[in-house]
């Protein structure tokens, strides 16, 4: 085979697998989760499963290490032994001046989605508890029109 030929097929290969490469990643850390069906009768550990997926897609990584590292956020790698479903359901429906709240953009979470995500939370350092229907929105946060943040939000950001 000619130098030239030998040139040309390696090219493509390389070309092809940076397509590849490039496809395979997600668009952006930033991008809106696909929609899974999450049901009632998942238990918590396969709500987990989910939950750390979504956790990825929402980006929650970008602030937040699971391996003890302190990045923007607070480690979450304990997060599950410290904090009850409802604290942690609190600070993700409202967010803080740093995090944008899961229920709204970018994230845009729907309950089901926060729920899994909070069994996730749960699984770190402790046990998933929550199934879906167990998490509700705190008062006034569950819809995206209500955008008002509560007075406890100073505390919460901390
Ligand atoms: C832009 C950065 C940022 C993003 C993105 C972000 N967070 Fe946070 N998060 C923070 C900050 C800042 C706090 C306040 C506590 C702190 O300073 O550690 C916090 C607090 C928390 C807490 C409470 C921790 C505790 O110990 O009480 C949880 C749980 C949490 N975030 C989960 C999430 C999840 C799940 C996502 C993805 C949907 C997410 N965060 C996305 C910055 C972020």
């Known amino acids: ?8 097929i390696v090219a493509v290969i390389v070309t092809g697998l ?3 490469f490039g496809n395979s990643i ?3 850390a930033w991008d809106a989760p696909k929609k899974k069906v999450l049901t009632p009768d998942m238990t918590p550990k396969k ?3 989910e939950g750390r997926e979504i956790f990825r897609k929402a980006g929650c990584g ?3 290490s699971i391996t ?3 990045l923007r956020g ?3 790698s304990r997060v599950g032994a410290e904090r009850d479903a409802e604290t942690m359901a609190f600070m993700l429906y409202s967010g803080t001046d740093v995090m944008p709240a899961a229920n709204k953009p970018p994230a845009n979470l729907n309950d089901s989605e926060i729920t899994a995500l909070i069994a996730y939370l749960q699984s770190l350092g402790g046990k998933p508890k929550v199934k879906i229907g167990d998490i509700k929105p705190p008062q006034g946060m569950g819809d995206v029109s209500s955008a008002q943040k509560p007075p406890s939000q100073k505390e919460a950001g901390k």
């Open 62 to 64: 970008v602030c937040h």
């Open 1 to 8: 085979m000619k130098g030239g030929t030998k040139l040309m």
């Open 26 to 28: 997600p668009q952006s």
């Open 68 to 70: 003890g590292e302190k």
């Open 18 to 20: 940076y397509a590849w």
């Open 47 to 49: 709500l987990a499963e």
């Open 74 to 76: 607070a480690d979450l």
